[in-house]
């Protein structure tokens, strides 16, 4: 009966040994487990941590990287208007851009992705602006030296134009007949063939007036109108009749004439003779005669009456 109970008693002691035993273990495993779990957590959040803080480094290189084209972009100009217009489209695209960078909707590689196009099509507008730079500075040079040549030949040109004028001034000088031992004076008609130099007005028929047009080789050949104009005493141009019909020009301007002749000049010495029909009496003083042909004076010379 004893052996029973203590059989029993230590049957009932194993039992809770085994029991706490069992518990132990299990402790230690779920400890183990919990610890194991905590460590891999702390790793991936460590994991996540380190892949956060390199994700916000490469958006920050990024952002700077937009900023610095923006910059550049706005430093880029150009007179060409297409390509002002492609500039301003591609600077607004670099804008959106940082846009997106910032507001951290985006995945990192599709902004490096789109960054670099970016990158690309400005370096080649940096290329071609240069190039258009350098052409317009080459072409400026140019127009500066074709500006300069165009200077050196318009100052020929008005020099060669100043010298031709002078000549052909020079030219119509040497052109104008000159009337040479000219000579003017009364005269009294006895009979109307005999004509006698006199110097009283009131005898006077008649008043000739001779001279010679000089040979000239420059003055076109051909018949010459010679007009006489003679001025009496009072300024008064001796003429038929008061009138268009009797009036040349000579010297720019329009004036009576009293005596017309037409003239064969054939670029050789030809003696002339005019006169003029006194038609009221003269009066007494000093009176002039001026000869003229193709517009301008001639010759000039004076005789008295008394």
Not at 79 to 86: C, G, L, R, V, Y
Not at 227 to 241: A, C, E, H, N
Request: hydrophobic share 35%.
């Amino acid at each position: 009966m004893e052996n029973t109970e203590s059989k029993e008693v230590k049957d009932g002691s194993n039992k809770k040994l085994n029991l706490i035993l069992l518990v132990l273990v299990l402790s230690v495993v779920g400890n183990g487990i919990l610890g194991y779990m905590l460590m891999q957590e702390q790793q991936t959040v460590m994991y996540l941590t380190g892949e956060n803080v390199e994700i916000t480094d490469e958006r920050d290189i990024l952002e700077n990287d937009l900023k610095a084209m923006l910059a550049q972009y706005d430093s880029l100009t150009t007179e060409n208007d297409t390509i002002s217009a492609q500039l301003e489209a591609e600077r607004d695209k670099v804008k959106d851009l940082l846009a997106k960078v910032k507001s951290s909707n985006w995945t990192i590689y599709k902004l490096k992705k789109e960054t670099e196009s970016l990158r690309k099509i400005m370096k080649g507008f940096v290329v071609t602006i240069d190039s258009l730079n350098t052409a317009n500075i080459k072409l400026m040079a140019e127009n500066e030296n074709i500006k300069g040549e165009l200077g050196q030949e318009k100052s020929k040109t008005s020099k060669l134009n100043e010298e031709k004028s002078q000549l052909e001034g020079k030219v119509k000088i040497g052109q104008k007949l000159q009337a040479v031992f000219i000579e003017a004076y009364g005269q009294l008609v006895k009979g109307n063939t005999v004509h006698k130099r006199t110097d009283k007005a009131k005898k006077t028929d008649k008043i000739k007036c001779c001279f010679t047009i000089g040979a000239n080789e420059l003055t076109k050949p051909g018949n010459k109108d010679v007009f006489l104009r003679i001025i009496d005493p009072s300024g008064k141009v001796l003429t038929p009749k008061e009138d268009k019909a009797n009036m040349f020009e000579f010297d720019g301007v329009r004036g009576l004439y009293s005596v017309k002749k037409e003239v064969m000049y054939e670029n050789k010495d030809v003696d002339v003779c005019m006169y003029w029909e006194v038609l009221e009496e003269l009066s007494s003083g000093k009176y002039i005669v001026y000869a003229y042909t193709d517009g301008h004076e001639i010759g000039v010379t004076e005789f008295t009456l008394k």
